[in-house]
């Protein structure tokens, strides 16, 4: 006798239904016995049996048809179906077999043989079904972890961020005192490339390596960056030589987001015309990246407050960008910018410094773009 009831479902001719009744009954199974297929299909659903016993021929039923649905129920699809039939009734057998019966029994039923079947069609039932369970039990494991991995790892993303965002304000306090500006300017950066239909990849890399675009400002004298007026062409000279700097200091990284930094250190101030430093190269020839953050990092200079200077006015901002088209800047990534135009004076929210606008008569924007 089981040590656990199996419940079995038997459908189909009524005094072999009993017989086979009477043969399981004192073995210890839990038997629901139905009419007709349609009652079997209805019964299965909510019985939840271990095993089918389909005794033909079944009242207005279909037998194959009836396998069928068994096949495909989400609760009876593992269940193993054994179809009882007399010995004239080939074509049934046939038509079972191509509809997935697992096994036959042959009227009149043998008790013996029976309960062999059984047994061995449970067995290998109880062992699917530990199959299955294990599956769902590894794929569940797997989910957590990969779950809680994923966690790490955007921890470490986001401490990674944090840790650029600190070391690059180093240059940052050093310069201007606005620590705030790598952030900005660096949503600046992949809102516009997004926007241009670079990679998530490209543009979380972007993300990372846009704020460390003047690490190398951290070599600059004091006296020439706080400088409070226009720098004389020696001074100059040596400001330019932060980007340099800058790509010394980021030179053979092996991370993709410091590869990228580092081209970007060392082109941020090149221009679209070829006017720029510290190479003076022009066109695609700038790396994107590095035209991108070129237009994010002045647009942010224009509208931010510096010791030097008062905030521009977006409207301000916005013209001095468009005429720097083609001239300053990527044609391309202007239309870009444009095209985010309200994105960033809504969303990203950075505009409340509109009280003290910039007086026109000022040529504060002489040190916008050292």
Request: proline fraction near 4%.
């Given at each position: 006798?089981?040590?656990?009831?199996?419940?079995?479902?038997?459908?189909?001719?009524?005094?072999?239904?009993?017989?086979?009744?009477?043969?399981?009954?004192?073995?210890?199974?839990?038997?629901?016995?139905?009419?007709?297929?349609?009652?079997?299909?209805?019964?299965?659903?909510?019985?939840?049996?271990?095993?089918?016993?389909?005794?033909?021929?079944?009242?207005?039923?279909?037998?194959?048809?009836?396998?069928?649905?068994?096949?495909?129920?989400?609760?009876?699809?593992?269940?193993?179906?054994?179809?009882?039939?007399?010995?004239?009734?080939?074509?049934?057998?046939?038509?079972?077999?191509?509809?997935?019966?697992?096994?036959?029994?042959?009227?009149?039923?043998?008790?013996?043989?029976?309960?062999?079947?059984?047994?061995?069609?449970?067995?290998?039932?109880?062992?699917?079904?530990?199959?299955?369970?294990?599956?769902?039990?590894?794929?569940?494991?797997?989910?957590?972890?990969?779950?809680?991995?994923?966690?790490?790892?955007?921890?470490?993303?986001?401490?990674?961020?944090?840790?650029?965002?600190?070391?690059?304000?180093?240059?940052?306090?050093?310069?201007?005192?606005?620590?705030?500006?790598?952030?900005?300017?660096?949503?600046?950066?992949?809102?516009?490339?997004?926007?241009?239909?670079?990679?998530?990849?490209?543009?979380?890399?972007?993300?990372?390596?846009?704020?460390?675009?003047?690490?190398?400002?951290?070599?600059?004298?004091?006296?020439?960056?706080?400088?409070?007026?226009?720098?004389?062409?020696?001074?100059?000279?040596?400001?330019?030589?932060?980007?340099?700097?800058?790509?010394?200091?980021?030179?053979?990284?092996?991370?993709?987001?410091m590869k990228m930094a580092e081209g970007i250190t060392i082109s941020h101030h090149e221009k679209w015309n070829g006017t720029g430093y510290p190479n003076g190269i022009k066109g695609t020839d700038i790396p994107l990246e590095g035209r991108i953050v070129a237009m994010a990092d002045v647009f942010d200079a224009l509208t931010s407050e510096r010791p030097y200077k008062k905030p521009f006015p977006p409207e301000k901002a916005f013209a001095i960008i468009s005429e720097g088209k083609g001239t300053h800047f990527d044609p391309d990534v202007v239309d870009a910018f444009?095209?985010?135009?309200?994105?960033?004076?809504?969303?990203?929210?950075?505009?409340?410094?509109?009280?003290?606008?910039?007086?026109?008569?000022?040529?504060?924007?002489?040190?916008?773009?050292?």
């Open positions: 006798m089981p040590e656990k009831k199996v419940r079995i479902l038997v459908s189909g001719d009524e005094s072999v239904s009993h017989l086979l009744g009477e043969m399981l009954l004192p073995a210890g199974y839990d038997l629901l016995l139905t009419r007709n297929g349609e009652e079997a299909l209805t019964k299965s659903k909510t019985a939840f049996p271990q095993l089918i016993l389909l005794v033909s021929p079944l009242t207005q039923t279909d037998v194959a048809e009836l396998i069928k649905k068994f096949k495909l129920g989400i609760v009876t699809r593992s269940v193993p179906v054994i179809l009882v039939s007399s010995p004239e009734e080939a074509d049934v057998r046939i038509k079972a077999f191509d509809a997935g019966v697992d096994d036959f029994l042959t009227r009149p039923v043998d008790k013996l043989e029976l309960m062999v079947r059984l047994n061995s069609l449970l067995k290998v039932k109880a062992y699917n079904d530990h199959l299955s369970t294990y599956k769902n039990e590894i794929e569940a494991e797997v989910g957590r972890r990969t779950e809680s991995l994923k966690q790490d790892i955007e921890k470490v993303k986001v401490a990674s961020l944090d840790t650029i965002y600190r070391l690059s304000r180093a240059a940052e306090y050093k310069d201007e005192d606005t620590g705030a500006h790598v952030q900005r300017m660096s949503h600046y950066s992949t809102a516009i490339a997004r926007k241009m239909g670079m990679s998530e990849e490209l543009v979380e890399c972007l993300l990372y390596a846009s704020p460390m675009h003047d690490i190398g400002k951290i070599g600059i004298p004091d006296a020439i960056l706080k400088k409070p007026g226009k720098l004389d062409d020696a001074e100059f000279a040596i400001m330019k030589t932060h980007t340099v700097i800058g790509a010394s200091i980021l030179k053979d990284g092996t991370a993709d987001f444009f095209d985010i135009k309200e994105e960033l004076l809504g969303n990203l929210g950075f505009w409340n410094f509109l009280s003290e606008p910039a007086a026109e008569g000022q040529k504060q924007e002489e040190k916008l773009f050292p």
